[in-house]
């Protein structure tokens, strides 16, 4: 089945030690997706792939890295994470047809917790 | 700003039918999305309106009017898997989604 894959599913990481956590997609859309979202709150986009051109939102801290090696896999990277990093991280995929309207899908999710 | 409204929590009996409101304020409009979040787990996705009216997809149907910025959800014939939360989605000019913080929909036996 064609579907979006998020490593690890719960990720315990040090206050301030480096973490990435994975997405890969079998779906082959050329849009990729990282939110954050906290409890009983709206999913907050941080970034997007399109194709290969990354686009930041204003608000997403600098702590904050992504890459995108190829179609399939993306990356979230949290170089110094701090306690209110703690969430779930949402990976999503879709297609961009440039009509709008395409329908994103989610991974699974990684909860990340720091201690 | 951009703005999605919905109830924070529902109640609701098994059997029953419920209803759950979305306003929603954006800058453009490119279609609405109803998404289903079960505790802990991601999104998956309900429903999409782009045109007024309603569109039915077994027990769940979704309305939308765009004159009056309003989507309402509609579940028949509640199960207790039907509990989680629901999120209201709205793609803008700029082809972002605007989330709703989600209605928390509480069935009870």
């Known amino acids: 089945d064609a579907m979006v894959i998020q490593n690890p599913r719960y990720q315990v990481t040090q206050f301030g030690k480096p973490v990435t956590l994975s997405c890969s997609q079998t779906l082959n859309h050329n849009v990729m997706y990282w939110y954050q979202q906290k409890s009983s709150q709206a999913p907050k986009l941080l970034f997007h792939y399109y194709d290969k051109d990354f686009n930041n939102e204003a608000d997403t801290p600098d702590n904050f890295q992504s890459r995108r090696p190829n179609t399939s896999f993306c990356f979230l990277d949290i170089r110094s994470p701090g306690l209110g990093d703690a969430a779930m991280y949402l990976c999503a995929t879709s297609r961009a047809s440039g009509r709008g309207g395409e329908t994103q899908y989610f991974g699974p999710g990684t909860r990340l917790l720091v201690l | 700003g951009q703005n999605i409204d919905q109830p924070t929590e529902m109640t609701a009996t098994e059997g029953a039918i419920v209803q759950i409101n979305c306003t929603y304020q954006?800058?453009?409009?490119?279609?609405l999305f109803w998404y289903q979040q079960h505790a802990g787990e991601a999104p998956t996705f309900l429903s999409y309106?782009?045109l007024d009216g309603l569109e039915e997809k077994g027990r769940f149907s979704s309305f939308l009017s765009r004159s009056k910025g309003y989507s309402y959800l509609l579940l028949k014939e509640l199960q207790m898997k039907d509990s989680a939360s629901y999120l209201c989605?709205?793609?803008?000019?700029?082809?972002?989604?605007?989330w709703g913080a989600g209605t928390k929909l509480i069935i009870k036996p």
């Open positions: 954006t800058s453009g409009f490119n279609g």
């Open positions: 989605a709205v793609m803008d000019s700029n082809y972002q989604l605007i």
């Open positions: 309106n782009v």
